[in-house]
């Protein structure tokens, strides 16, 4: 399952960013605050936190740590408008696994799904449930040994 939580106080980017996702075949949960999911995020059902205009940004590099520590395997994706660089580099450290600018025009929303998309793979990955490479230890490659 790929339950993605989509946490914005903005009712209108929140249904669009709701509409698109579940096109794309995620398991959306969507809030005008992150703690009234806390609960999915615990239970490791919200693997990808899609976070925009839900807190200021002095409160963002408090509160990133504190999702992290409920999920280590998270992966929050911070949508927002311009910051200082001196606080982005924080959140950045506190472990967000992606920065996008809050997009203006509707194309501008590729970049949010790719992001989702590639935190999605990272999650899996992360977990042992992406491709396997490798049969078992010693083996070839499994891509190699289709073309063999």
């Known amino acids: 399952m790929n339950g993605l939580l989509v946490a914005n106080k903005d009712q ?76 982005l580099r924080r959140i950045r450290k506190e472990g967000i696994f992606y920065h996008a600018l809050k997009p203006v025009e509707d194309e501008g929303w590729d970049e949010i799904r790719q992001a989702v998309s590639c935190a999605f793979e990272n999650y899996h990955a992360r977990q042992g449930i992406g491709r396997k490479l490798f049969r078992e230890k010693g083996s070839i490659p499994v891509e190699k040994a289709i073309l063999a």
């Open 12 to 87: 209108i980017v929140r249904e669009q960013m709701v509409n698109l996702f579940c096109k794309d075949g995620y398991q959306v949960t969507a809030v005008d605050s992150v703690v009234n999911s806390l609960e999915g995020i615990l239970n490791k059902t919200i693997q990808v936190v899609l976070l925009g205009g839900v807190l200021d940004e002095q409160q963002i590099s408090k509160f990133v740590p504190l999702l992290k520590k409920c999920n280590r395997n998270l992966s929050i994706i911070l949508v927002s408008n311009e910051m200082p660089l001196e606080l």
